[in-house]
């Protein structure tokens, strides 16, 4: 009887520190923890101060994203011989100079994409990488301050496609107007003249036009954390049909060494475009909304 009396005994000393020292480890960890988000709070600071200093700021992330397959009398799906891949690459990269009295912001987009379905079984399919998704984009904006958060400025902006059809079309937005930083890593380009020189074969769809421009930038990066959205408007005084707008989202977390995980997506709306595509007029084009998104591996240069 006392053996018994002496084990349980033993046993629950052991159970009650086993769970104080459990608890104890739990509070040391909440402490340490708070001492990680007081230091990360910190060197937030000091990046911010570094931030706000003027010179060159220089930066690049981007996403790769891809599958391959390839299958053998694989006899349960429709095409047993077969073999398929995808690959998407996009890239953001700036450099931004600031100075007392004048900035000059400059950021290159770039989304490229291409994809292969080969039936085996039938000749004329094509075992080659296809040009899918095909973004280009370089935007240069020059602003000199007439205060911190207003610059009178100016705007050049070229997007086309590079892998098919380069420059056909191409779009050139060349104008003035104002700038509006109302916060950090945020630009709002205001430009009520601006002229949208467009380049394309097709000229009874593609026009060029005098109108208004209009650009919202965020890009930022907050500890593994980075991100980009640009919204880029053109509205053509000569009506809605010349008229366009693209609004790109990228997101980037690393995870080691600069490796990471990656979001991408954005919208479009272009009437011409929709109409060279279609083959129609340009009063007859379904001008449906276009969009586009991309998740895979990231690397943060």
């Given amino acids: 009887?006392?053996?018994?009396?002496?084990?349980?005994?033993?046993?629950?000393?052991?159970?009650?520190?086993?769970?104080?020292?459990?608890?104890?480890?739990?509070?040391?960890?909440?402490?340490?923890?708070?001492?990680?988000?007081?230091?990360?709070?910190?060197?937030?600071?000091?990046?911010?101060?570094?931030?706000?200093l003027p010179g060159w700021k220089k930066g690049a992330f981007g996403t790769i994203g891809g599958s391959l397959s390839n299958f053998n009398n694989w006899f349960a799906q429709g095409a047993p011989n077969n073999s398929s891949?995808?690959?998407?690459?996009?890239?953001?990269?700036?450099?931004?100079?600031?100075?007392?009295?004048?900035?000059?912001?400059?950021?290159?987009n770039l989304n490229l994409g291409?994809?292969?379905?080969?039936?085996?079984?039938?000749?004329?399919?094509?075992?080659?990488?296809?040009?899918?998704?095909?973004?280009?984009?370089?935007?240069?904006?020059?602003?000199w301050r007439l205060s911190d958060k207003f610059a009178i400025s100016a705007l050049g902006e070229y997007r086309t496609t590079l892998l098919n059809n380069f420059n056909d079309p191409g779009y050139l937005d060349l104008g003035v107007g104002g700038t509006w930083t109302p916060i950090d890593n945020m630009v709002v380009v205001i430009h009520p003249l601006?002229?949208?020189?467009?380049?394309?074969?097709?000229?009874?769809?593609f026009a060029s036009s005098l109108g208004a421009k209009i650009v919202a930038d965020y890009t930022r990066q907050i500890g593994a954390v980075a991100f980009k959205s640009n919204l880029?408007?053109?509205?053509?005084?000569?009506?809605?049909?010349?008229?366009?707008?693209?609004?790109?989202?990228?997101f980037s977390y690393t995870l080691w060494k600069g490796i990471g995980v990656?979001?991408?997506?954005?919208?479009?709306?272009?009437?011409?475009?929709?109409?060279?595509?279609?083959?129609v007029a340009l009063e007859d084009a379904d001008n449906s909304l276009q969009s586009f998104y991309t998740v895979g591996l990231s690397y943060n240069f």
């Fill in 194 to 205: 601006n002229y949208n020189f467009v380049f394309a074969e097709n000229d009874a769809v």
């Fill in 114 to 143: 291409w994809v292969k379905l080969d039936n085996k079984d039938i000749a004329t399919d094509s075992e080659d990488f296809e040009a899918l998704t095909d973004v280009f984009q370089i935007t240069s904006l020059y602003g």
């Fill in 1 to 52: 009887m006392r053996k018994i009396v002496f084990a349980l005994a033993f046993l629950f000393t052991a159970v009650t520190l086993t769970a104080q020292t459990e608890e104890e480890l739990k509070a040391t960890l909440a402490t340490k923890k708070d001492s990680i988000s007081a230091i990360q709070g910190r060197a937030d600071a000091i990046q911010a101060q570094i931030d706000a």
């Fill in 85 to 108: 891949g995808n690959i998407t690459i996009t890239g953001n990269a700036f450099a931004n100079l600031k100075r007392e009295k004048y900035f000059w912001n400059n950021s290159l």
């Fill in 262 to 279: 990656g979001f991408d997506f954005g919208l479009r709306n272009s009437q011409q475009e929709a109409a060279n595509f279609q083959g």
């Fill in 232 to 250: 880029s408007a053109f509205m053509s005084y000569e009506g809605s049909e010349l008229s366009n707008w693209t609004w790109t989202n990228n």
